[in-house]
């Protein structure tokens, strides 16, 4: 089979365009750590109430106006519920999922995330606006979906 030269020309420069772009995405992966979290924590999904730090859900104090959220996320549930923090407190979210995946969603800020049972999902806000936040699951996980919900109050 004999190729005619303009056609041998879009074949190499089709194959340098895929190729350039797996060169591309590999450096953003490898080089510049752009690639998704590959190294997030791993947890069994089915002792997570045995586990540390998930066998006590809770807000815990850890520094000047900074805490940290241990939750666990359930159909159709978040554990704790209703988390009350003052105005300027960074937050670090330490999330799990005892089911299925879930996700976690901050209206009004960028926080949303997706969490999966046997990963250990890690997410750091600031909150410097006073108020309610909604925080609602955003991934599809069965019939009480639309209801697993929960709030922080910032003041
Ligand atoms: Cu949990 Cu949707």
């Known amino acids: 089979m004999k190729f005619h030269l303009d056609e041998k020309i879009w074949l190499i420069a089709s ?3 895929i190729i350039g772009m797996m060169l591309f995405t590999g450096y953003q992966t490898f080089v510049l750590g752009m ?3 590959s190294h997030m924590e791993t947890i069994d999904p089915q002792k997570v109430d045995e586990t540390s730090p998930f066998d006590e859900p809770g807000l815990y104090q850890i520094g000047e106006n900074e805490y940290e959220v241990v939750m666990t996320l359930q159909l159709f549930s978040f554990t704790p519920n209703e988390i009350e923090i ?3 407190a960074t937050v670090h979210f330490t999330l799990t999922s005892k089911d299925v995946t ?5 209206a009004g800020t960028n ?3 997706m969490v999966m049972p046997g990963h250990i999902q890690k997410i750091t806000q600031t909150f410097t606006e006073p108020g309610e936040y909604l925080v609602l699951c955003n991934e ?16």
């Open 15 to 17: 194959f340098g365009v």
């Open 35 to 37: 690639g998704p979290p």
């Open 86 to 88: 003052p105005a300027g």
């Open 102 to 106: 879930h996700g976690f969603q901050i």
């Open 111 to 113: 926080v949303n995330a």
């Open 140 to 155: 599809y996980c069965g019939t009480g979906h639309q209801y697993m919900a929960t709030t922080i109050t910032v003041k």
